[in-house]
Every structure is written in C-alpha cells, then in structure tokens.
C-alpha cells in the first residue's frame, strides 16, 4: 500500500503532504493547488450527474434503490433546512444539498489508500498528488467565503442597506454615537469569525485524519510482518471509525451554513 522513499517515515509523509501547484504559482495562502481543484470539480461533476440521472428516471411508484437513496438524502437535507431556516427555501435547500453532498464526498477520498492516486498521477509525470481537498486549507477557505459573500447577501436581501447597516452599528449595545465603533467592530468580528471557524475546523479534522492514515501506510513499508499485520489492522479500524467523522464534519459544514444565512434574515 505504500512506497516509502529514501530518507524514512518523515521524508515519506512530507512527501505526501505536498500538492500539485504549478510552477509560476505564488507560495502559501495564494497557491493555486492543482490536485485540489481537480479532485473537488470531478466530484462536484459525479454528484450533480448522479443526481440528475436519478431524478431524470424517477417515478412515482415503487422506487429502485438508487432513487430510495436519494430521496432519503433530499429528505434528511430538507428537513435540517426546514428545522433552522423558516424562509424560502428553494435557493436553501438545493445549497444545502449541494454542500452537504459535496464535502462528504471530498472527504471520503480520504478512504482511498494513501498511495493510490499519487502511483497513478506520477504514470504521467506528476510528482505530488494529494487526494483529500478537504485537507487543503486553501480550499476549506474557498469554501467558507463562499458562504460569508451569501451571508453578506441575504443580510442586504433580508434588511436593506439602510437597516443591515443601521444594526451593524448599533448592536448589540444600543444606539448611542460613542457605542457606534464599538458596535461596528465587534460585528465585523463576529462576521469573520463564521468562514474562519467553518473552514479551520473542516481543515483540521480532515488534515488530522489524513497524518493518520499516512502514519498507519508507513507501517506497511517498515519490513516486519509484525508492524504489516498492524498496519492492516489500524488501516481498517481507522477507516470505520473515519467514515463517521467524514459524515460528521459534512453535516456540522451544511447545517453552520444553513444557520448562519438563517441569522442573516433575523433583526436584533
């Protein structure tokens, strides 16, 4: 399952924890992550043409199991959307659906072993591949200020100019002038802190998620059948437990979502 390189377990890890970037682009926070961007935007294709053949053959008697599973999951996200969100729901809902359905599935590519596509992508040349897009903060991110640019826009939707900018100054302390930048800026804090949280904590634990798979692959190169027999056993136990906390992290993203544009439509 792995191929460690010269140089043991640390040079093995530090290996994988590179990603596809190409050559003119900028390091750090504005690296653009080719094996990031490739993975999501396949995925994102997949689920929308899997959701699209399910409901383009949908019928109203018995269900086939393809169409039973989607169903549930509309079900399952349109009921979370109705219990927090009171609004409309036709933009909402397919949102909901699409984040919730979409990070899960970026985060199951964590269940692929680890140096799976990386052999593959190095056949054509390329020498670092990461799998998980979700364990790229650049793109939990991405994601996050997408959701901040809709808070911002169902607060003006919701409010108008006039009255979202009246409560940015003038909540939670009242409306006296010298409360005004203190109002303001604990606002500004506040509405920052939502994409930070949602993307840190999606990075985070999927980050985390990944070292540990990769620790488990290191073992199946160590030249024991003693350390192989644990890897087998850790890579198995890691990967049931890991599906709940892909699932968890999916949800707890969808539902962040859903509450924080539902607090964008209320008045202080």
Request: hydrophobic share 55%; with cysteine; net charge neutral.
């Amino acid at each position: 399952m792995a191929s460690e390189p010269q140089g043991g377990l640390t040079e093995y890890i530090s290996h994988h924890l590179k990603h596809l970037t190409p050559h003119v682009s900028p390091e750090g926070f504005w690296a653009v992550h080719l094996d990031s961007v490739a993975v999501s935007l396949v995925l994102g294709v997949l689920f929308c043409l899997w959701f699209w053949l399910k409901a383009r053959k949908a019928t109203a008697g018995v269900p086939g199991k393809g169409q039973a599973f989607v169903e549930i999951v509309l079900e399952f996200v349109d009921g979370q959307v109705k219990d927090v969100f009171h609004g409309d729901r036709r933009i909402l809902g397919p949102l909901a659906l699409t984040v919730f359905a979409w990070v899960f599935l970026m985060n199951a590519m964590d269940l692929l072993p680890v140096d799976l596509l990386p052999w593959i992508t190095e056949k054509f040349g390329l020498g670092h591949f990461r799998a998980v897009p979700t364990a790229d903060v650049n793109m939990t991110f991405a994601m996050s200020l997408t959701v901040l640019i809709l808070i911002v826009f169902y607060s003006f939707k919701a409010k108008g100019f006039g009255g979202y900018m009246h409560e940015m100054f003038t909540a939670p302390f009242g409306k006296h002038p010298l409360l005004w930048i203190p109002n303001f800026a604990l606002n500004v804090v506040e509405l920052l802190s939502k994409p930070v949280s949602l993307a840190m904590r999606l990075f985070g634990n999927m980050y985390a998620g990944e070292l540990v798979f990769m620790l488990i692959a290191g073992l199946f190169s160590a030249g024991s059948w003693l350390l192989y027999g644990m890897g087998i056993i850790g890579y198995t136990v890691w990967g049931i437990f890991h599906v709940l906390i892909i699932s968890i992290q999916a949800f707890i993203f969808m539902v962040l979502t859903v509450v924080y544009i539902s607090m964008a439509h209320d008045h202080h």
